[in-house]
């Protein structure tokens, strides 16, 4: 019987989703090119861990190293992009390569501090993630609005790999000094597949999230002005911002002028919005628009803005008779995922279910869609 290596499972499981993102175009790869190289790399990870721990092929032990220390900064790099409103590498990245040159330097005069090396960076730069991850969502400007909340969890989950995989080696180290690595081959093959799986889930979630806006700055095509019943006047959930929250002047005119082109010029309705975006068309620092919206509203700018999202496809749902898929992104949304989620969680109901209990009117739909339930009569 053909024995296959579950990593060479996970490794074709990967490779579907890596061809998946590369057949959305120049557009996709330019918007992800990180994440896009970093699921090659763990495809040919977890293929070169197969070779190893499955049939003993020693030769690869140099590749799969080198490849180990690239990892974790290029993890970080491809989440600090989404935490910019710059992308992509330039000159001053260039430290992020030194973990991999010391590794190569070390190979050749040093190879009994390689393991610790490696420990190290790796528990290094999932430290750095989680620091990243501490802005909350809105720390990821550059996140597209409706998978933000994804693109964090995913950023949680791959600093939280990447010290878990450190602390499995610092296992494995303790094992070989105790047992004579009597259980060390089982533990890092299965550790080590199960890691890069995650780190993998988390890419391909954080890069298809991102790559599926439509690039644009300016809303094209958009109405200059709402049409009856189309702005609700939605611009907050249950939430409240709590009694200590001090709320300046400045940041109540932000969020007014916010609240106007999110009303007049309909910025919801654009599928690629994302902070950053919303920065440059108010002329400010994303920090002070999420500022502005997190004490105003007491929520995050996502919300905000998927709850704008939420009443106009309520506002569809009750007076058109268009098919769900063409409301989701008529309403501003990418994926039906991400709108049958947000949804549920504002209306507290399925599209399907709302359409059929409609509000008579649309005083009633604001009412329903601003208390973030709707009671079923």
């Given at each position: 019987m053909i024995f296959v290596p579950l990593s060479f499972l996970v490794s074709l499981y990967l490779a579907v989703f890596l061809v998946r993102l590369l057949l959305r175009g120049r557009e996709s790869f330019a918007a992800n090119g990180l994440f896009l190289l970093l699921i090659a790399v763990y495809i040919v990870q977890t293929v070169l861990i197969g070779l190893r721990w499955g049939y003993g092929v020693m030769a690869v032990l140099p590749l799969q190293m080198t490849l180990a220390t690239l990892m974790p900064p290029l993890s970080y790099l491809a989440f600090r992009d989404l935490a910019r409103e710059r992308h992509g590498l330039s000159w001053r990245d260039w430290p992020h390569l030194v973990p991999t040159a010391a590794l190569m330097l070390m190979m050749l005069v040093w190879r009994d501090l390689l393991d610790l090396l490696i420990i190290a960076e790796f528990l290094a730069y999932g430290l750095a993630l989680l620091w990243l991850a501490r802005l909350g969502p809105d720390g990821l400007v550059a996140a597209r609005l409706d998978g933000t909340l994804r693109s964090y969890r995913s950023l949680q989950l791959t600093g939280l790999a990447l010290i878990g995989s450190a602390l499995t080696d610092i296992a494995i180290s303790l094992d070989m000094l105790w047992s004579g690595g009597q259980y060390s081959a089982l533990v890092v093959s299965a550790s080590t597949t199960a890691i890069l799986l995650l780190l993998g889930i988390a890419a391909v979630a954080a890069g298809s999230e991102e790559g599926e806006g439509d690039g644009q700055d300016e809303m094209e095509g958009l109405d200059p002005a709402p049409k009856e019943g189309r702005a609700l006047g939605l611009t907050h959930g249950t939430e409240q911002p709590s009694a200590a929250t001090v709320v300046s002047p400045e940041d109540r005119q932000v969020a007014a002028d916010l609240d106007r082109l999110m009303v007049e010029r309909r910025l919801y309705a654009d599928t690629g919005l994302n902070l950053a975006?919303?920065?440059?068309?108010?002329?400010?620092?994303?920090?002070?628009?999420?500022?502005?919206?997190?004490?105003?509203?007491?929520?995050?700018?996502?919300?905000?803005?998927?709850?704008?999202?939420?009443?106009?496809?309520?506002?569809?749902?009750?007076?058109?008779?268009?098919?769900v898929t063409r409301i989701v992104f008529d309403s501003g949304f990418m994926t039906k995922s991400n709108f049958n989620r947000e949804f549920l969680r504002v209306t507290g109901m399925s599209p399907s279910?709302?359409?059929?209990?409609?509000?008579?009117?649309?005083?009633?739909?604001?009412?329903?869609v601003a208390t973030g339930r709707r009671s079923i009569r």
């Open positions: 975006r919303i920065a440059r068309r108010m002329g400010l620092p994303a920090r002070s628009v999420s500022q502005a919206v997190n004490r105003v509203h007491g929520i995050s700018v996502s919300h905000y803005v998927n709850n704008h999202r939420i009443g106009e496809a309520c506002r569809l749902l009750a007076e058109t008779d268009l098919p279910d709302w359409r059929r209990q409609s509000p008579r009117s649309a005083e009633d739909e604001a009412t329903v």
